[in-house]
C-alpha cells in the first residue's frame, strides 16, 4: 500500500474518532440542561406548618405554599389550591412535610381524646402525632418486662391506632417516677374498653408503632 494512502486511512479514521468524540460531548451537553430544566420546574405545593394530627379539621393557618417538585411522585401530593373547606385529617402529617392526598377527607373521623395514666414512661423519641398501641396489663409489675411482639399472657391489647398529642403534668407530686400522664385521641370503637381498663384502675401500657 503506498505510503499516502496509509496516511490518509488514518487520518479519516481520526476524523471520525474526533467526530463522534464532540458528537457525544454535545449529547451529552443536551441531556444536562434537559435533567436541569426538568429539575428546575417548580410549582407550588402545599406542606403543614406544624404536624397535623388525625381528626384535625385543616385550616388555612395550618398550611403554607412553597416551590418544590416532587418529580414522579407529584401527582400523590396537594398542590397550591387543590385542598377543599372542610378536609380532615385521616393520618399524621409531620410539620414541613408535603401533604399527600391520601392524609385528608371529607368525611370526619370519629375519634375521641383521652387522658391516660402510664404504668411506664414513652420514649424520649415519641413526638405530637406519633401512634401507639395501648394495651392493658395483669399488673404494675409486668410494665419492666413487656414486649409487644411477645406479649404477656394476660395482657390485652385495647387500640392500635391511638395518635399521641401530649404529655400531661400530674396534679399531684405523689406517684411513682415511672409512671406517665398522657393525652391521646383514639376511634370511638376503641374508648369503651380504655375507659373501663380505667374504671377498675387496670395498669396501662403504650407502645410506640409505625404509620
Do not use: C
Not at 435533567?35 to 398550611?63: F, N, P
Request: overall charge neutral; hydrophobic content about 45%.
Amino acid at each position: 500500500m503506498p505510503i499516502g494512502s496509509e496516511i490518509s486511512s488514518k487520518s479519516q479514521y481520526l476524523n471520525r474518532r474526533t467526530v463522534l468524540g464532540v458528537a457525544l460531548m454535545i449529547l451529552a451537553v443536551i441531556l444536562v440542561i434537559m435533567t436541569v430544566r426538568v429539575a428546575s420546574h417548580l410549582e407550588g405545593y402545599l406542606v403543614a406548618k406544624t404536624t397535623l394530627v388525625a381528626g384535625h379539621t385543616v385550616q388555612s393557618g395550618d398550611i403554607e405554599v412553597i416551590s418544590a417538585n416532587p418529580g414522579r411522585a407529584a401527582g400523590q401530593y396537594l398542590r397550591e389550591g387543590e385542598i377543599q373547606e372542610g378536609s380532615v385529617v385521616v393520618q399524621t402529617i409531620a410539620g414541613g412535610q408535603l401533604i399527600p392526598k391520601a392524609s385528608l377527607s371529607q368525611t370526619e373521623p370519629f375519634r375521641k381524646r383521652i387522658v391516660l395514666n402510664l404504668a411506664a414512661p414513652l420514649p424520649s423519641s415519641v413526638k405530637k402525632g406519633d401512634y401507639l398501641e395501648i394495651w392493658q396489663l395483669p399488673d404494675e409489675k409486668s410494665a419492666s418486662a413487656f414486649e409487644s411482639d411477645a406479649p404477656l399472657e394476660n395482657a390485652q391489647k385495647l387500640a392500635d391506632k391511638a395518635v399521641f398529642l401530649a404529655e400531661k403534668k400530674s396534679e399531684t407530686a405523689l406517684g411513682s417516677k415511672n409512671q406517665m400522664n398522657v393525652e391521646i385521641s383514639v376511634p370511638e370503637e376503641d374508648l369503651s374498653p380504655i375507659l373501663a381498663a380505667v374504671g377498675t384502675k387496670t395498669p396501662l401500657m403504650a407502645i410506640p408503632v409505625a404509620s
